[in-house]
Nanobody, 124 residues
């Protein structure tokens, strides 16, 4: 059982930056691909970014491409999401998720473990 804990959310003005962290309890975290998803009020959960278990491959939703960067430090069992040029539309609860596999996926159903989420609010 992998436990994931997100942190780093908060309130930021439009144009600002935040870095989210996803810390895993599992020492074999490098065996898992990881994704970041987000859910805004009244909307379905949507894919934001994913990273392969080695960190060599990443993928992003079009809505965040060029502004968000996903990375990982397997020695620290942590995945990061650097979010720059934030917009009010980025306001959501952000979740990290892990799946056992080489590469990540863009659909939430393909992930096995989820964190509790961290709130990101971007004011205009």
């Amino acid at each position: 059982q992998v436990q994931l804990v997100e942190s780093g959310g908060g309130l930021v003005q439009a144009g600002g930056s935040l870095r989210l962290s996803c810390a895993a309890s599992e020492r074999t975290f490098s065996s898992y691909a990881v994704g970041w998803f987000r859910q805004a009020p009244g909307k379905e959960r949507e894919f934001a970014a994913t990273i392969s278990r080695s960190g060599a491959n990443t993928d992003y939703a079009d809505s965040v491409k060029g502004r968000f960067t996903i990375s990982r430090d397997n020695a620290k069992n942590t995945v990061y999401l650097q979010m720059n040029s934030l917009k009010p539309d980025d306001t959501a609860v952000y979740y990290c998720a892990a799946r056992r596999g080489i590469v990540g996926r863009t659909t939430s159903a393909e992930y096995d473990y989820w964190g509790q989420g961290t709130q990101v609010t971007v004011s205009s």
